[in-house]
């Protein structure tokens, strides 16, 4: 795994205007170490980090200043440079550091001599650059500190605190609070005049008053969708249509890892629902440039730069393309398949997954892999996992086990083997993906299934031992050998259940359900405005943790973290700027995936067509029966289109398992059943064929009146 740092590489670097020349280690000098701190609020590949950009890091070391002294940094990149200030004891020292690599490396910068006091007071800040972001800071002296601790602990000798800085030094597009459609919050905000005439039955009348409110609930958050494109297309690349990764320092290329794989898939999911001449049009056609510009090894996508025409990187990194590839199909092309089923955009998964296979390299025990990256390996897990079904071809499964015995038959298992474990974005995939894996083998390959049940479930206890709260929500990142844990707890708390989850529905441990069902039930009263479970106050946190509570609700629907979510909600939507940017970055499109996904929820799958801004249709059950609320400011012909059960005729899954970023089924209409379809009096029924419901059932809609149609599904005879 990369973030181990035993295995840091070097990384070249520079000192700017100081006579401390820093030096690129290859790894920290432990004998040396005296005092140090680790982690942050935020996580790049597993590892826990600061970024300047959003705040000065500043420690105080316990430590009397001497001759010899040094920091040594474990430094980020993002394939580029970073620039920080270290400021010791009120002398500044500018530093760059980075370069060709993604993750973290170290970095030694010599402290002057002859610094005055009895500590070190230490300011991390951002320089003239991109900001530098940093796992850990250490400080080493000659002799070392022979009394000091195991260096597992996450401090020693230390403190560390932020310090918000000027206005200035932030993002345009980051922080952003308040309404940014004010022009929409009457229509959101008001309900629906009370009919004249109510349903006689008075669960009924409250179903469809609930629907009601599920409307205008969908209509916010399919809006705000829809806005998020207009914003993101605004800043397209005029000569490709391409979108750039952000809208920051990264605005000159398009790459697989962020704008593939999080932010334009839901640009597409959200056209499909609300705008099907952009998604028939301009979506299908940015997905045709992609692959004729991106494509550098077979169809591998690499970095595009907008302004040299070709690619970002020089020099082919197999490795990263890997990544990026990998990134794009779990994230991006999946969810999208899953909702669509075969398209363009399955066969663009598909071609991949086959190239990154047809470029493994790394020889194991169990046959060549593509990658030792951890987050790639899960990511490679569930999309083969997928696709197996999907396409129904055995080699998909068969790469599938060669990562499962890999991970759970050899020397590499998460929690007996590796030493830390971090349960955050990009580390939950191999926890979650092997959970697919299970699914498959249970179903077509009972005996790898048994050879997988026992370390499956010793990963899965380990977690729910070491890695959860006293509510049971999960830590950042754990220690396996001592149970030692990071404060901050993850956003990514769902995705991480949906495994156990999945592992209960199979073999029906009830400890795994139970973990599940203490987590959602714990919501509402201890993290009601903490959407972002601590990890990150960003949009993408925020929509990361709600979103795992609404796979999970689908299964077990816990009134009160429903109602945590009604409300969290509203914090991430507080994010988004009047011309429909929300942060500015790539993480953008996971709040619009949230979006649809909670809006999927208030209309129980129901979508429209064609969908206007005005049209509010929101659903609820009451007893068997769907009660489902339309209403328009302006007359509106159209369709209600019904869900179907995509994991089975789409995925051509066995069986609808919670998995990272799938769109939950709710009322699912079957094409050879029938269905009574009434008004709220009852006294317009009418007989429909489930066909005709996933078609569309034809509604017409007068200016301001609410049309309310209850459908009660048949018995088959």
Same mark, same amino acid.
Request: charged share 25%; proline share 5%; with cysteine.
């Given at each position: 795994?990369?973030?181990?740092?035993?295995?840091?590489?070097?990384?070249?670097?520079?000192?700017?205007?100081?006579?401390?020349?820093?030096?690129?280690?290859?790894?920290?000098?432990?004998?040396?170490?005296?005092?140090?701190?680790?982690?942050?609020?935020?996580?790049?590949?597993?590892?826990?980090?600061?970024?300047?950009?959003?705040?000065?890091?500043?420690?105080?070391?316990?430590?009397?200043?001497?001759?010899?002294?040094?920091?040594?940094?474990?430094?980020?990149?993002?394939?580029?440079?970073?620039?920080?200030?270290?400021?010791?004891?009120?002398?500044?020292?500018?530093?760059?550091?980075?370069?060709?690599?993604?993750?973290?490396?170290?970095?030694?910068?010599?402290?002057?001599?002859?610094?005055?006091?009895?500590?070190?007071?230490?300011?991390?800040?951002?320089?003239?650059?991109?900001?530098?972001?940093?796992?850990?800071?250490?400080?080493?002296?000659?002799?070392?500190?022979?009394?000091?601790?195991?260096?597992?602990?996450?401090?020693?000798?230390?403190?560390?605190?932020?310090?918000?800085?000027?206005?200035?030094?932030?993002?345009?597009?980051?922080?952003?609070?308040?309404?940014?459609?004010?022009?929409?919050?009457?229509?959101?905000?008001?309900?629906?005049?009370?009919?004249?005439?109510?349903?006689?039955?008075?669960?009924?009348?409250?179903?469809?008053?609930?629907?009601?409110?599920?409307?205008?609930?969908?209509?916010?958050?399919?809006?705000?969708?829809?806005?998020?494109?207009?914003?993101?297309?605004?800043?397209?690349?005029?000569?490709? !249509?391409?979108?750039?990764?952000?809208?920051?320092?990264?605005?000159?290329?398009?790459?697989?890892?962020?704008?593939?794989?999080?932010?334009?898939?839901?640009?597409?999911?959200?056209?499909?629902?609300?705008?099907?001449?952009?998604?028939?049009?301009?979506?299908?056609?940015?997905?045709?440039?992609?692959?004729?510009?991106?494509?550098?090894?077979?169809?591998?996508?690499?970095?595009?730069?907008?302004?040299?025409?070709?690619?970002?990187?020089?020099?082919?990194?197999?490795?990263?393309?890997?990544?990026?590839?990998?990134?794009?199909?779990?994230?991006?092309?999946?969810?999208?398949?899953?909702?669509?089923g075969p398209s363009p955009w399955s066969e663009r998964a598909i071609g991949i997954i086959d190239?990154?296979?047809?470029?493994?390299?790394?020889?194991?025990?169990?046959?060549?892999?593509?990658?030792?990256?951890?987050?790639?390996?899960?990511?490679?897990?569930?999309?083969?996992?997928?696709?197996?079904?999907?396409?129904?071809?055995?080699?998909?499964?068969?790469?599938?086990?060669?990562?499962?015995?890999?991970?759970?038959?050899?020397?590499?298992?998460?929690?007996?083997?590796?030493?830390?474990?971090?349960?955050?974005?990009?580390?939950?995939?191999?926890?979650?993906?092997?959970?697919?894996?299970?699914?498959?083998?249970?179903?077509?390959?009972?005996?790898?299934?048994?050879?997988?049940?026992?370390?499956?479930?010793?990963?899965?206890?380990?977690?729910?031992? &070491?890695?959860?709260?006293?509510?049971?929500?999960?830590?950042?990142?754990?220690?396996?050998?001592?149970?030692?844990?990071?404060?901050?707890?993850?956003?990514?708390?769902?995705?991480?259940?949906?495994?156990?989850?999945?592992?209960?529905?199979?073999?029906?441990?009830?400890?795994?359900?139970?973990?599940?069902?203490?987590?959602?039930?714990?919501?509402?009263?201890?993290?009601?405005?903490? !959407?972002?479970?601590?990890?990150?106050?960003?949009?993408?946190?925020?929509?990361?943790? &709600?979103?795992?509570?609404?796979?999970?609700?689908?299964?077990?629907?816990?009134?009160?973290?429903?109602?945590?979510?009604?409300?969290?909600?509203?914090?991430?939507?507080?994010?988004?700027?009047?011309?429909?940017?929300?942060?500015?970055?790539?993480?953008?499109?996971?709040?619009?995936?949230?979006?649809?996904?909670?809006?999927?929820?208030?209309?129980?799958?129901?979508?429209?067509?064609?969908?206007?801004?005005?049209?509010?249709?929101?659903?609820?059950?009451? !007893?068997?029966?769907?009660?489902?609320?339309?209403?328009?400011?302006?007359?509106?012909?159209?369709?209600? &289109?019904?869900?179907?059960?995509?994991?089975?005729?789409?995925?051509?899954?066995?069986?609808?398992?919670?998995? &990272?970023?799938?769109?939950?089924?709710?009322?699912?209409?079957?094409?050879?059943?029938?269905?009574?379809?009434?008004?709220?009096?009852?006294?317009?029924?009418?007989?429909?064929?489930?066909?005709?419901?996933?078609?569309?059932?034809?509604?017409?809609?007068?200016?301001?009146?609410?049309?309310?149609?209850?459908?009660?599904?048949?018995?088959?005879?």
């Amino acid at each position: 795994m990369r973030t181990l740092i035993g295995s840091m590489l070097v990384a070249g670097c520079a000192l700017i205007g100081s006579a401390a020349e820093p030096v690129s280690v290859g790894s920290p000098d432990d004998r040396a170490a005296v005092a140090w701190v680790r982690g942050g609020d935020q996580e790049f590949n597993g590892t826990p980090y600061h970024f300047l950009g959003s705040s000065d890091m500043q420690v105080t070391f316990d430590v009397k200043p001497q001759r010899g002294a040094a920091l040594e940094l474990l430094w980020g990149s993002k394939n580029d440079k970073r620039v920080a200030v270290v400021v010791v004891n009120g002398q500044s020292l500018p530093v760059t550091g980075g370069g060709d690599y993604s993750g973290f490396r170290w970095l030694r910068v010599p402290l002057p001599d002859g610094v005055k006091g009895e500590r070190y007071d230490i300011t991390l800040k951002p320089g003239e650059g991109k900001a530098a972001f940093i796992a850990e800071v250490r400080l080493t002296a000659p002799g070392g500190d022979a009394k000091r601790p195991d260096l597992k602990r996450a401090s020693y000798k230390a403190k560390s605190a932020q310090k918000a800085q000027a206005a200035r030094k932030r993002s345009p597009w980051m922080g952003f609070q308040g309404e940014g459609f004010p022009e929409m919050r009457k229509v959101w905000d008001t309900p629906a005049p009370a009919p004249a005439k109510p349903a006689s039955d008075a669960r009924v009348e409250a179903a469809f008053r609930l629907a009601e409110k599920h409307g205008r609930q969908a209509n916010e958050a399919f809006y705000r969708s829809r806005r998020f494109i207009d914003g993101w297309l605004a800043h397209a690349d005029p000569a490709t !249509g391409l979108i750039p990764r952000n809208l920051n320092e990264s605005r000159d290329f398009w790459n697989g890892r962020d704008s593939a794989a999080d932010n334009w898939p839901f640009m597409v999911l959200t056209a499909a629902m609300t705008d099907r001449p952009l998604f028939e049009g301009r979506m299908l056609e940015m997905l045709r440039t992609e692959t004729k510009l991106t494509c550098r090894v077979d169809r591998l996508p690499d970095d595009y730069s907008f302004s040299k025409k070709g690619w970002r990187r020089e020099k082919l990194d197999l490795d990263a393309i890997i990544f990026d590839g990998a990134e794009y199909v779990k994230d991006g092309l999946l969810p999208i398949t899953e909702w669509l089923g075969p398209s363009p955009w399955s066969e663009r998964a598909i071609g991949i997954i086959d190239d990154i296979w047809k470029n493994a390299q790394v020889e194991t025990p169990f046959g060549k892999i593509p990658t030792l990256n951890f987050e790639v390996n899960g990511d490679l897990l569930q999309a083969c996992a997928r696709l197996y079904w999907f396409t129904g071809e055995r080699k998909y499964l068969d790469w599938a086990i060669r990562l499962g015995d890999y991970y759970l038959c050899g020397t590499n298992h998460p929690t007996r083997d590796m030493k830390e474990l971090a349960l955050g974005d990009h580390s939950c995939e191999v926890i979650n993906g092997l959970s697919e894996l299970y699914v498959a083998c249970a179903h077509v390959a009972p005996e790898k299934r048994e050879v997988y049940r026992k370390p499956l479930h010793e990963m899965y206890d380990r977690i729910l031992e &070491i890695g959860r709260n006293e509510h049971g929500l999960l830590y950042l990142r754990v220690s396996t050998r001592t149970g030692e844990h990071t404060s901050a707890l993850t956003d990514n708390w769902g995705y991480n259940y949906d495994g156990i989850y999945t592992a209960f529905l199979l073999d029906k441990t009830a400890a795994y359900r139970d973990a599940a069902r203490k987590a959602l039930s714990n919501l509402k009263e201890h993290y009601t405005g903490q !959407g972002g479970m601590c990890q990150s106050n960003t949009a993408d946190g925020y929509a990361d943790s &709600i979103e795992g509570a609404i796979t999970l609700l689908n299964r077990e629907p816990v009134a009160s973290a429903m109602e945590w979510v009604d409300a969290e909600i509203k914090t991430m939507w507080g994010r988004q700027h009047p011309n429909g940017v929300i942060e500015g970055w790539h993480g953008d499109g996971n709040s619009a995936r949230t979006s649809l996904m909670y809006a999927l929820w208030k209309t129980q799958g129901i979508t429209v067509q064609p969908w206007r801004a005005d049209v509010r249709f929101g659903a609820a059950r009451e !007893g068997g029966r769907l009660c489902i609320s339309v209403i328009a400011d302006k007359p509106w012909e159209g369709r209600l &289109i019904f869900d179907k059960q995509r994991h089975k005729l789409n995925m051509h899954l066995p069986l609808d398992y919670p998995r &990272i970023n799938q769109f939950p089924e709710w009322f699912t209409a079957q094409a050879d059943a029938h269905y009574e379809v009434s008004n709220a009096a009852g006294d317009e029924e009418q007989l429909r064929t489930g066909k005709t419901l996933l078609n569309g059932f034809a509604v017409s809609l007068k200016a301001g009146e609410e049309q309310r149609l209850i459908i009660k599904p048949l018995e088959k005879k």
